[in-house]
Nanobody, 116 residues
Framework: VQLQASGGGLVQAGGSLRLSCAAS????????MDWFRQAPGKEREFVAS????????YYADFVKGRFTISRDNAKNTVYLQMNNLKPEDTAVYYC??????????WGQGTQVTVSS
């Protein structure tokens, strides 16, 4: 499967960005999707997850109330709406299909930079 992440960029603190991750080559709607991020010098960390149906979502504590994960199975796309961004949100954001399954797939990442 190919996962194409987009929507990153440079934004001021307090601003918003919407990341997208388009999947192809696999039955997208059968799998949970996650967003992770990795800041310079740090390990990759979990950000948010959404179940195959979109009925269940999970968030890391540091993004609760600011980020929203959603999906459109008709478009094979998962989204991450990021509001009230902080400089510590600066990282490369990755989408992952079925990350806890036997055959996870990862996107190439999209850079998010938040200036203070």
């Amino acid at each position: 499967v190919q996962l194409q992440a987009s929507g990153g960029g440079l934004v001021q603190a307090g601003g918003s960005l919407r990341l997208s991750c388009a999947a192809s080559g696999r039955t997208f709607s059968r799998y949970a999707m996650d967003w992770f991020r990795q800041a310079p010098g740090k390990e990759r960390e979990f950000v948010a997850s959404i179940s195959w149906s979109g009925g269940n979502t999970y968030y890391a504590d540091f993004v609760k109330g600011r980020f929203t994960i959603s999906r459109d199975n008709a478009k094979n796309t998962v989204y991450l709406q990021m509001n009230n961004l902080k400089p510590e949100d600066t990282a490369v954001y990755y989408c992952a299909l079925d990350p806890r399954g036997p055959h996870p797939d990862w996107g190439q990442g999209t850079q998010v930079t938040v200036s203070s």
